[in-house]
């Protein structure tokens, strides 16, 4: 099946949306790590990064949902995208304490922070699409499993090609460039995600949903 333009645009849009809105806490956490000032400059910078994407969202989301309300979405994004900051940072920061548990209570315990911290987004963006969308519960997986693949990458990427005595400007770069890798895998699993459910909700419309337009 051919790509749709509404569907281009948002693979593009929010990949540099969020390409740009990472790079604040890629840039942030470079520069402020191991200091008192990393853990809220981190929680802003995460913050600025779900305005950037629930901003580059919004734009391509309001011409196939009408009367999506867009500050309402970029406000939930923003607010996800600080809560997933804090599960990450509080995990990593509390490290030294869950290292010393059993191996059974660490597995259980990161793979309830991840998955929690994978479906923040999500969860949050669900809080507006559900006056919208027919299924839009399904939003939530989708964009955990697009998170999961971009984050994968991220990973797979940077750390790496992170080591001590490496200058700060290289560091950034790495983490720029690993960062817009993650932007457009999550871009286009949540974009195949979003043309699912506007088209269960064209075919199977129920009374109480807002009508969403068939964009081209």
Same mark, same amino acid.
């Given at each position: 099946?051919?790509?749709?333009?509404?569907?281009?645009?948002?693979?593009?849009?929010?990949?540099?949306?969020?390409?740009?809105?990472?790079?604040?806490?890629?840039?942030?956490?470079?520069?402020?790590?191991?200091?008192?000032?990393?853990?809220?400059?981190?929680?802003?910078?995460?913050?600025?990064?779900?305005?950037?994407?629930?901003?580059?969202?919004?734009?391509?989301?309001?011409?196939?949902?009408?009367?999506?309300?867009?500050?309402?979405?970029?406000?939930?994004?923003?607010?996800?995208?600080?809560?997933?900051?804090?599960?990450?940072?509080?995990?990593?920061?509390?490290?030294?304490?869950?290292?010393?548990?059993?191996?059974?209570?660490?597995?259980?315990?990161?793979?309830?922070?991840?998955?929690?911290?994978?479906?923040?987004?999500?969860?949050?963006?669900?809080?507006?699409?559900?006056?919208?969308?027919?299924? =839009? !519960?399904?939003?939530?997986?989708?964009? *955990?499993? +697009?998170?999961?693949? /971009? #984050?994968? $990458?991220?990973?797979? @990427?940077?750390?790496?090609?992170?080591?001590?005595?490496?200058?700060?400007?290289?560091?950034?770069?790495?983490?720029? =460039? !690993?960062?817009?890798?993650?932007?457009? *895998?999550? +871009?286009?699993?949540? /974009? #195949?995600? $979003?043309?699912?459910? @506007?088209?269960?909700?064209?075919?199977?419309?129920?009374?109480?949903?807002?009508?969403?337009?068939?964009?081209?």
């Amino acid at each position: 099946m051919p790509l749709r333009p509404w569907l281009l645009r948002w693979i593009v849009i929010v990949t540099l949306g969020e390409a740009l809105g990472f790079a604040v806490p890629a840039v942030v956490g470079v520069l402020t790590v191991d200091t008192p000032a990393f853990m809220p400059l981190i929680l802003a910078a995460g913050a600025i990064e779900g305005v950037l994407l629930g901003l580059a969202q919004s734009v391509v989301l309001a011409t196939v949902i009408p009367r999506l309300r867009r500050l309402m979405f970029i406000i939930l994004t923003a607010a996800g995208a600080v809560l997933a900051y804090v599960l990450g940072v509080g995990l990593s920061a509390s490290s030294e304490t869950w290292l010393a548990w059993p191996l059974a209570a660490q597995i259980l315990l990161v793979a309830t922070v991840a998955g929690a911290l994978l479906a923040t987004i999500g969860t949050a963006q669900w809080i507006e699409l559900r006056r919208h969308l027919r299924r =839009a !519960a399904w939003w939530i997986p989708g964009t *955990a499993a +697009a998170w999961l693949i /971009g #984050l994968g $990458l991220f990973f797979a @990427l940077a750390p790496p090609l992170w080591h001590e005595g490496q200058s700060i400007a290289i560091a950034i770069v790495i983490g720029i =460039a !690993a960062g817009l890798l993650m932007a457009l *895998a999550m +871009a286009i699993v949540t /974009g #195949l995600t $979003l043309r699912a459910l @506007l088209t269960a909700s064209r075919r199977d419309h129920r009374p109480g949903l807002e009508p969403v337009r068939d964009a081209r």
